[in-house]
T-cell receptor, first 116, second 111 residues
């Protein structure tokens, strides 16, 4: 089984609809992240959470919200989807308690979102 | 937000050739990571570097953590068709900080 899973893998929605993307991890990591990927722009950080009670905005948080329901679950919501939110969305995890400061980030398989 | 400068943006090479790409930052990082992404998939970790000067290999891949701590290099030897994909670097200023990503190097291997 994959360590970091995302659902759905693909989604088509209409402008103005509310969308939730979900992420679950079995790695036992404390930190979770949501990124957006657009062609030619690399990965951009939307939100991140260093533990269950911690939520931080990334560089492109406008139009998005998140919820860290448990250490293993981190969901991303688009309250009112718009076409320029069409992108590939990735969840990632990392372990701040990795020995010797050896923190490494692991990614889920991604969710492809199309907003019409 | 901080972006890492990754070059080249794209490469077209013949099968069997060696490949080099690099990533630079204006600030010091304590961790450098290299990932490969296949179309429609998530980035997969290739190599992690945690110490300035560190040289680490993973099969035909070798990565180095620059002495200045502001750059990192990835080399692929004797490329094969399955090396095709986008390679990303990522850096972390220190434990407790977020990771910053390069814009990727798209690699095409011509059989």
């Amino acid at each position: 089984d994959a360590d970091v899973t995302q659902t759905p893998r693909n989604r088509i929605t209409k402008t103005g609809k509310r969308i939730m993307l979900e992420c679950s991890q079995t790695k036992g990591h404390d930190r979770m992240y949501w990124y957006r990927q657009d062609p030619g722009l690399g990965l951009r950080l939307i939100y991140y959470s260093f533990d269950v009670k911690d939520i931080n905005k990334g560089e492109i948080s406008d139009g998005y919200s998140v919820s860290r329901q448990a250490q293993a679950k981190f969901s991303l919501s688009l309250e009112s989807a718009i076409p320029n939110q069409t992108a590939l969305y990735f969840c990632a995890t990392s372990d701040s308690l990795a020995g010797g400061g050896r923190e490494t980030q692991y990614f889920g398989p991604g969710t492809r979102l199309l907003v019409l | 937000g901080q972006q890492l400068n990754q070059s080249p943006q794209s490469m077209f090479i013949q099968e069997g050739e060696d490949v080099s790409m690099n990533c630079t930052s204006s600030s010091i990082f304590n961790t450098w990571l290299w990932y490969k992404q296949d179309p429609g998939e998530g980035p997969v970790l290739l190599i992690a570097l945690y110490k300035a000067g560190e040289l680490t290999s993973n099969g035909r891949l070798t990565a180095q953590f620059g002495i200045t701590r502001k750059d990192s290099f990835l080399n692929i030897s004797a490329s094969i068709p399955s090396d095709v994909g986008i390679y990303f670097c990522a850096g972390q200023p220190g434990t407790g900080n977020q990771f910053y990503f390069g814009t990727g190097t798209s690699l095409t291997v011509i059989p």
